[in-house]
Every structure is written in C-alpha cells, then in structure tokens.
C-alpha cells in the first residue's frame, strides 16, 4: 500500500511511529493517521461523504477543483493515487480508490449490520449485483453521453460540424436506447421493491445513487420513471445525504 506520505510505506499500526518516520512532522503524520476523504467538486465522492454520515464516522475531506474547461482532475489527486480519479481514501496505511471497493471497506469496516443485508440471503446477492453494476454497466452508456455532448463543443470550429453529426447519430442510434434499456429496468425493478437490495436501505443504493441522480438531472419525464423520481427524492432527503452536502459543497451532475 502506498501512503501519503510518498514513498513510505506502512506496514502496520504497531511501526508507525518507529524511527523510520521520525523524522516527519507530527501533523502529516496525524494527517495520515485520519479518514480522510479525497473530494473532488461535483463527483462520485459525494457518495462517500453520504455514507460515511450515515455510517457516523469522524472524517476529514481534503477538497480538489475540477479544472472548468476540462472538467479533469487536478494533477495533485495523482499523488494520491495514481489515476487521480474521484473518489480516493486515505486511512491509517491505506490508499482506496474505486467507489464500490471504498463503499465495501468502509462498510465491513463500520457498518454494524445497517447498511448491508445478512450474507446468506436473497438480498445480499441483490446488494452485491448492484453494487458492481452501478459502474460496471450503468454509468457506461452515461459516460458515452457526456464523451459525445462535450466532442463538437471542444474541437475546433472547422471540425464542430461533422462531430455534430457524428454525434447526433451516436446518440439516436446507440446512446439514447441504451440509457432508456437501463432506465425502464431501474423503474421496472423500484416498482417491485422500494430499493435496490430489498425492503431496506442498504449501501447499495448509495451506489446506484449517481446514475439515477445524472438522469433526474437531466429531463427526466417524470410521469414515464416516477420511481426512479422518487427513490432520488428519498436518497436526497436523508439528514446524512444533506450533512454530506453540507460538508462537501456545492454538488449538480
Ligand atoms: N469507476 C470509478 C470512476 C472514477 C471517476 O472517473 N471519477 C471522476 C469523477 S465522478 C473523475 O475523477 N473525473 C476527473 C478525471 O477523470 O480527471 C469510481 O467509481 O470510482
């Protein structure tokens, strides 16, 4: 595991204050030692903010602007971990990144059997399923939609015609049935169970959280997906979803 503090690695909590590191400032090392939350603004960590809230966990948030003509990440994020890609956690020794792995460690981690069914049971192999699927499958057709949208407006103008059109075909032909397909399954499956893993809310819903926010976000015909609608509305409505909000600033998809 790589830790924060570049090029030292910890190998258990018995070492850390060994001579080895003596020599770094006792607040990096503190620094280290604290959850903390790599944020970037408008991103996938707003959904480890929300679940550290709802898990009651102490935490710090260590705040990164995308850069607003790119929408890229800042280059710092990749001094943390190597992609330099939202979410990334830090804790104790250990360097997290991909949402669904961080979502996972911090609920065997905290959770006292809230936020994930009992193994064992129908509704954790539902928890499990969505839990991949939410970036496995769902973002894809998504992300396609945004690659897409941004082309024309990012190239030079004598090339912004074509890329229209190049576009426009993308998105009738491919893009558009494709987030519908996932859209009429999210709603077909909110329709038989209020969430994803079953009765209960679970951390799998904060997964899937963020397609369905990118889609309500954007013309969402609210009378064809009322479930979907409504199940974002509950997500949105949770006193930790709002804390999170708070703490992690202005978030719009
Ligand atoms: N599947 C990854 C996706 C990570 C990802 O692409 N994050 C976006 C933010 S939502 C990001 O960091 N974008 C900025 C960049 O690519 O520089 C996850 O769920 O953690």
């Given at each position: 595991m790589i830790s924060p503090i570049k090029g030292k690695r910890f190998y258990s909590t018995s070492t850390?204050?060994?001579?080895?590191?003596?020599?770094?400032p006792i607040e990096l090392l503190l620094e280290c030692l604290v959850l903390t939350v790599h944020h970037l603004n408008n991103s996938r960590s707003q959904r480890i903010l929300w679940l550290l809230e709802e898990l009651e966990v102490d935490y710090e948030i260590k705040k990164y602007e995308r850069?607003?003509?790119?929408m890229l990440a800042p280059k710092e994020l990749r001094e943390i971990?190597?992609?330099?890609?939202?979410p990334v956690v830090t804790d104790e020794d250990k360097t997290l990144a991909e949402s669904g792995a961080i979502i996972e460690y911090l609920v065997d981690r905290f959770d006292d059997g809230t936020l994930r069914p009992e193994t064992d049971t129908p509704e954790f192999l539902q928890y499990r399923y969505w839990m991949h699927y939410?970036?496995?499958?769902?973002?894809s057709p998504l992300l396609l939609k945004i690659v897409f949208s941004e082309m024309p407006r990012q190239a030079p103008w004598i090339a912004k015609p074509l890329l229209k059109g190049i576009s426009k075909i993308m998105n009738k032909e491919y893009i558009n049935p494709q987030i519908k397909l996932h859209m009429n399954y999210w709603e077909e499956e909110l329709s038989q169970r209020p969430f994803f893993a079953g009765e209960k809310f679970s951390a799998a819903d904060i997964q899937m959280s963020f397609p369905l926010e990118a889609v309500v976000a954007h013309n969402i015909d609210t009378e064809k997906f009322p479930k979907i609608c409504a199940f974002v509305e509950e997500c949105q409505g949770r006193p930790a979803y709002q804390r999170a909000l708070e703490k992690g600033g202005k978030y719009s998809l």
């Open positions: 850390r204050f060994d001579k080895d590191i003596a020599p770094y850069n607003p003509k790119t971990h190597p992609l330099g890609k939202s939410a970036e496995g499958s769902a973002m």
